[in-house]
């Protein structure tokens, strides 16, 4: 199992800053559509986006409470930050203990490093995807993606940097649809466990469309699972859809952007239709 480490958090000095070095999960999105806004469609996104901030913050406080108090698997420390249309959103598994040492994490055991971090990712998959459904009912497409590792946080501007901070942000823009993309290193974490039979509601895997032209098969957040809220009974499946379609319409789509609002209607029903099928087997 994963070393526990000392309670102490090491804060190196860097300037006038104060960074903590930590290991964790990392989401980031932005908001698609956002720069032709006027001041007044800014300022009403601002506080739309707030309001969405301190629901997701409501549900992880939900979805870490789930977590067994042990001392692998306690409520974890979560940081929302914004800046301009993008939120990141992170989550500190494990800190540096002192000045000199490193990572005590993972611990060398493949399966039991692999379920504390697929745990944490299905957790915060949990939250983005109540985060995509509340956002297309704002009338707020986000697209991104989540990473897991090493990380630096800065208490006092609020910054993140660090080695899995440029793995979300390499890939957070690389298609154009709404929705949340495991990077590659986050989905060899899911790909494992599901060698293991182990699978999660909110994490799925399917063809995404790329800027250049390319579809990959992706692991993504179950964001049509957040609309359904786990129950696929055939009357919420109609309400949800009623409800998903309806967001749809009230969106703005602008010239030679139809195409995502076309793949997001198709990653819907194909969650839908899938578990209808496993309903019937």
Same mark, same amino acid.
């Given at each position: ?47 739309? %986006?707030?309001?969405?901030?301190? %629901? ?6 939900? $979805?870490?409470?789930?977590?067994? @108090? ?5 409520? +974890? ?6 800046? $301009? ?16 040492? =490193? ?101 799925? +895997? ?51 952007? @139809? ?15 899938? +578990?209808?099928?496993?309903? =019937?087997?």
């Amino acid at each position: 199992m994963p070393t526990r480490l000392k309670k102490k958090i090491y804060y190196e000095d860097v300037g006038s800053a104060k960074i903590k070095k930590c290991y964790g999960v990392i989401a980031m999105v932005d908001a698609l559509g956002t720069r032709n806004y006027s001041l007044d469609e800014c300022i009403n996104f601002l506080e739309k %986006r707030q309001e969405l901030i301190q %629901r997701s913050f409501q549900r992880w406080e939900v $979805a870490s409470s789930h977590a067994k @108090e042990s001392k692998n698997n306690s409520k +974890k420390k979560i940081h929302f930050l914004s800046f $301009a249309d993008t939120l990141i959103v992170a989550i500190e598994m494990l800190e540096f203990s002192s000045k000199s040492d =490193k990572i005590k994490f993972p611990s060398g055991n493949l399966e039991a490093d692999s379920l504390f971090y697929g745990m944490w990712l299905e957790r915060l998959s949990w939250v983005m995807g109540d985060l995509l459904r509340d956002g297309l009912i704002e009338k707020i497409v986000f697209r991104g993606a989540i990473s897991v590792g090493e990380y630096l946080f800065d208490r006092e501007s609020k910054s993140i940097l660090g080695p899995t901070m440029n793995d979300v942000a390499n890939w957070y823009e690389a298609f154009d649809c709404n929705g949340i993309i495991l990077t590659p290193h986050a989905s060899l974490i899911i790909e494992y466990l599901a060698t293991k039979r182990k699978y999660f509601d909110s994490i799925i +895997k399917t063809e995404i469309p790329f800027k250049n032209n390319t579809t990959k098969e992706c692991y993504v957040v179950n964001w049509p699972n957040s609309f359904c809220r786990g129950d696929y009974s055939d009357e919420n499946i109609k309400k949800a859809t009623n409800t998903f379609l309806s967001s749809l319409t009230q969106l703005t789509i602008p010239s030679g952007a @139809e195409d995502r609002y076309k793949v997001a209607q198709s990653f819907f029903n194909e969650v839908i239709s899938n +578990k209808k099928m496993n309903k =019937k087997s």
